[in-house]
């Protein structure tokens, strides 16, 4: 689920999945990966923006580079769990993402600017710039469903489903639930393949074999 890594530097591909192709792609998949310590679990995701959408509207220009602020926890936190604020970039096709862990009340401290300035260290630097640049603000909650994997020879590379991918724009607190509306219909199938380097060749012959394409 949750790993304690807090930079990472990695390509990452999504593809759109019909049933039928999810559960063929699960043969050769499991030949050659293992199911992610927690292999199922939920995400719940606050994406921040500004009050005129300023960063989305830049990324569906999709320029040669663009980044994203987001608040994110694996199920619903609690009282005392980690929850992660995420700085994430990417140029060139390469998705670098930094990230810091902290309780859910510190969050809003954090992107607005109330902490000490070195309190999260060099990225939480970075995160501070980010807000002076940009003063997002939580615009979005997304959710869904995780199936993760993880290469038995490359523990890098990971395959991740999400399923039942939901939405609201309200109500904008990660303890408020995992609830929303459907964003895809319900047997929509999200998979991402996070590659640390160059694509095996098992895969990508699975990925033809089926059909699948991004």
Same mark, same amino acid.
């Given at each position: 689920?949750?790993?304690?890594q807090?930079?990472?530097? =990695?390509?990452?591909e999504?593809? &759109?999945?019909?049933?039928? !192709? ?8 499991? !030949? ?7 292999? !199922?679990?939920? #995400? ?9 959408w *300023?960063? #989305? @509207?830049? $990324?569906?220009?999709k ?6 602020? =987001? ?8 009282? %005392? ?9 990417? &140029?060139?096709? #390469?998705?670098?993402?930094? =990230? ?5 009340p510190?969050?809003?401290?954090? /992107?607005?600017?109330? /902490?000490?300035?070195?309190?999260? %260290?060099?990225?939480? =630097? ?5 807000? @002076? ?8 909650? #997304?959710?869904?469903? @995780?199936?993760?994997? +993880? ?6 590379? @990971?395959?991740? &489903?999400d ?6 724009? $309200?109500?904008?607190d990660?303890?408020?639930?995992? *609830?929303?509306?459907? /964003?895809?219909? *319900? ?9 640390? %380097? ?7 012959? +699975?990925? $033809?074999?089926?059909?699948?394409? *991004?």
């Amino acid at each position: 689920m949750a790993s304690t890594q807090y930079s990472f530097e =990695r390509r990452e591909e999504k593809y &759109f999945l019909t049933p039928v !192709q999810y559960e063929a792609l699960l043969t050769p998949l499991r !030949q050659h990966m293992h199911a992610d310590e927690h292999e !199922q679990y939920t #995400i719940c995701s606050l994406y921040c923006d500004t009050p005129d959408w *300023q960063l #989305i @509207r830049t $990324s569906l220009e999709k320029p040669y580079y663009k980044e994203k602020l =987001r608040v994110r926890s694996y199920g619903v936190p609690e009282e %005392g769990d980690t929850v992660f604020v995420e700085l994430k970039k990417k &140029f060139d096709g #390469i998705v670098y993402k930094h =990230r810091v862990t902290t309780e859910l009340p510190m969050v809003k401290p954090l /992107l607005t600017g109330l /902490l000490e300035k070195n309190a999260f %260290g060099q990225i939480g =630097r970075e995160i501070d710039w980010f807000q @002076r640049c940009n003063k997002t603000v939580p615009k979005v909650f #997304i959710g869904y469903d @995780r199936t993760a994997f +993880a290469g038995t020879d490359d523990p890098e590379l @990971r395959v991740t &489903f999400d399923t039942k991918l939901r939405w609201r724009t $309200s109500k904008l607190d990660l303890a408020y639930g995992d *609830q929303g509306m459907l /964003l895809l219909p *319900q047997d929509a199938v999200l998979m991402e393949v996070k590659l640390p %380097g160059v694509c095996p060749l098992w895969f990508s012959r +699975a990925l $033809s074999e089926l059909s699948i394409y *991004q």
